[in-house]
């Protein structure tokens, strides 16, 4: 099975990483690659010869955490009452799938049925909070015997291939990202920067902050997934990326200004090799990009992105081709600025 | 003053795109001061040597902007803010980037006002095609307005007033302390203010102060129906007391209160009910940092007609040259 698979079918949401982490950390033993998890649980690839190389002591970022949802509540009924954990639209809830709690109780999201809504509530979108979760029990008791509040709750969404070239699949954003760099660490020799896998990105960049607390750097990449919104209805210079058109160089988001040397030397590696790319015609949002580039001097960040439509909902859609070049452009990047040590 | 801030206003230098104005700042100061680096994110740093504690004194170099996001196939370009921008007051407005490259903003058709959101916005850089604009401009490019600079008699207005004057403000201050001080002084122009202030941040990290004095302009509440706010132009500079990024230090506050008092210097208390300023990050770097903030009243914030008053701003240099030279010891 591809790592990606296995990344993504596994649950991770914000503050509840055990399962990716754990995955990870089993393939970095494989290879006796040493890394440590600190304090919030970030796991750490730390490469001794990047101190003694010298400037610029690059650290590769992704983030193991995605969105999902906690259960709040547990109704007389045996109905679960739930709040979102990260950014997710409320019309994208209903009727899915999920899996509640460490024992990956099987449930479904349901809301009242359309003959019983009276007809302005059938205008409505539905809500979070108009929203709950039924995993088939009979009254609040028997609830308790599989779930308790405070579960965590992730969407239940296999991997599938789609057409020729894409994946359909939940949390490629950024279990993408994590591929990505773990192959990247995976090739023989350890190579030349730190490796993090962090927590909770989704729930404000939480795990990268005190990444960028524990290590002086230089220089910071990040390694994620943004929203390609290539789809009908939305205008060319509405749309944030394109499936299929390559790695999205960010240039500003709501978190951070890229280093303009890390964006040109990006831009000339892909244009050398024959990379595909395209720029993140957006602004807003944040990466964990953001708060590395704060921690404490000030460190030089950029941003590559692997492009993936339908973003924070159960059903995300990439493109290999994105995903294989993403990975040539990061691996490329750093033979660039580590002078091919 | 009116010379340096006419040029300080007009150098090209939106948030995350400091270079020029960083060299037209450190071309004035270079001479004035025992050091002179540029940090990691971009941030000036002109340092006074001296013993004793070291008193940090901030102001942002950044401006606001427009990036563009997107390039059409008829040479119309796309766009989204870089810092505080609103699009109503944008409209006709002409922008110009690093480039000398100048251009208009417009939008779709719209039947009300409050329709107008920025994917309804466009810069007409005056290209046909796509190919055309490519050769002046691209996407990731920025844009800030494009005024000219006036004299008013007692009042200037220009653009960027927020924060070159704040930069004017500290240059002139270098220029004319004495060869002596009670302590280290460092002077940063710091970048990325108007992004939530980012610069301030790491150099406040890096450079350790005992103190930090962040200096900006503030909001006013003297023109027709404004919102109320106990600041007016022409009063004097303003000592904050507290804004959504800081309450600032009591002993730091006092400090500038008696050093105002007792040099004649009129001044205002200021509660700033939103905005922050640099002093805001400052004070929360490392173990923490005892801030406070000297502002100069200004109409019109983040407009491209910003309006100083020419006493504020020689008052404001006044009151910093005092507090350069009060010799700081406990807060």
């Known amino acids: 099975m591809l790592l990606l698979e296995k990344l993504v079918s596994a649950s991770g949401v914000s503050g509840n990483e055990d399962e990716v982490r754990s995955l990870l950390k089993s393939e970095l033993e494989k290879k006796d690659t040493g890394y440590r998890v600190d304090t919030l649980g970030n796991i750490l690839v730390e490469n001794p010869e990047v101190e003694q190389q010298g400037p610029p002591r690059l650290l590769l970022a992704a983030h193991m955490d995605e969105v999902g949802l906690m259960v709040t509540s547990i109704e007389d009924g045996g109905f679960l009452r739930f709040d979102k954990v990260g950014g997710i639209d409320d019309r994208v809830l209903v009727s899915r799938k999920v899996l509640v709690g460490s024992k990956k109780t099987p449930g479904v999201i349901g809301s009242k049925a359309v003959h019983l809504q009276k007809p302005e509530e059938r205008k409505k979108n539905l809500r979070a909070e108009d929203l709950y979760i039924d995993i088939g029990v009979k009254g609040k008791e028997e609830a308790k015997k599989y779930v308790q509040t405070g579960d965590y709750v992730s969407f239940y969404s296999p991997l599938q291939e789609l057409g020729h070239s894409c994946y359909k699949g939940k949390a490629f954003d950024d279990r993408a990202g994590c591929a990505i760099l773990w192959e990247l660490l995976n090739e023989g020799r350890l190579p030349p920067f730190h490796a993090a896998f962090t927590v909770q990105e989704e729930v404000g960049l939480r795990g990268a902050l005190v990444v960028g607390n524990a290590l002086d750097l230089d220089m910071a990449l990040i390694v994620e997934t943004t929203s390609a919104s290539d789809v009908p209805g939305s205008k060319e210079h509405e749309q944030v990326s394109r499936l299929g058109a390559g790695p999205v160089l960010s240039i500003m988001d709501a978190s951070v200004v890229v280093d303009k040397g890390m964006l040109d030397t990006l831009i000339r590696v892909a244009e050398e090799n024959e990379i595909p790319y395209q720029f993140r015609g957006f602004n807003g949002g944040g990466t964990d990009a953001g708060a590395l580039s704060l921690s404490r001097a000030g460190v030089k960040t950029a941003v590559v992105s692997v492009p993936a439509r339908y973003i924070h909902s159960p059903c995300s859609i990439i493109n290999r081709e994105d995903l294989h070049y993403t990975r040539k452009l990061v691996e490329l990047f750093v033979k660039e600025v580590k002078g091919k040590k | ?331």
């Open chain 2, 1 to 331: 003053m009116e010379k340096l801030l006419k040029e300080l206003t007009a150098a090209y230098g939106p948030a995350g795109h400091e270079e020029e104005i960083r060299e037209v700042i450190e071309e004035q100061v270079k001479d004035y001061v025992d050091s002179c680096y540029t940090d990691t994110l971009g941030n000036l740093i002109a340092v006074r040597e001296g013993a004793g504690p070291r008193l940090m004194v901030a102001a942002h170099m950044d401006e606001l902007g427009l990036m563009v996001t997107h390039v059409d196939e008829n040479g119309f370009l796309r766009i989204a803010r870089v810092g505080g921008v609103v699009p109503h007051i944008l409209v006709g407005q002409r922008f110009v980037f690093s480039n000398g490259t100048a251009g208009t903003i417009n939008h779709e058709k719209i039947d009300e006002l409050k329709e107008l959101e920025w994917s309804k916005l466009y810069l007409d850089i005056g290209c046909s095609s796509r190919e055309e604009a490519v050769e002046k401009v691209n996407v990731g490019d920025v844009a800030v307005y494009d005024q000219e600079f006036k004299n008013l008699g007692q009042r200037y207005l220009g653009k960027s007033m927020d924060d070159r004057v704040g930069c004017a403000v500290l240059v002139e201050t270098i220029k004319r302390l004495p060869r002596q001080l009670p302590q280290e002084v460092i002077f940063v122009f710091t970048v990325q203010e108007e992004l939530g202030l980012r610069g301030a941040r790491t150099a406040g990290y890096a450079l350790e102060p005992s103190y930090a004095v962040a200096v900006d302009v503030t909001r006013v509440g003297d023109t027709p129906e404004s919102l109320v706010m106990d600041v007016s132009l022409g009063k004097g500079p303003a000592v904050k007391i507290k804004d959504s990024s800081l309450i600032t230090h009591h002993g730091v506050r006092e400090i500038m209160f008696s050093l105002a008092e007792k040099n004649g210097v009129e001044y205002q208390r200021e509660v700033l009910e939103r905005g922050g300023t640099d002093a805001g990050s400052i004070q929360l770097t490392r173990e923490g940092v005892p801030s406070g903030v000297l502002s100069i009243p200004c109409r019109y914030v983040h407009t491209p007609s910003e309006i100083v008053d020419k006493g504020d701003v020689e008052n404001a240099v006044n009151l910093l040259e005092q507090l350069c030279l009060y010799p700081w010891k406990e807060v």
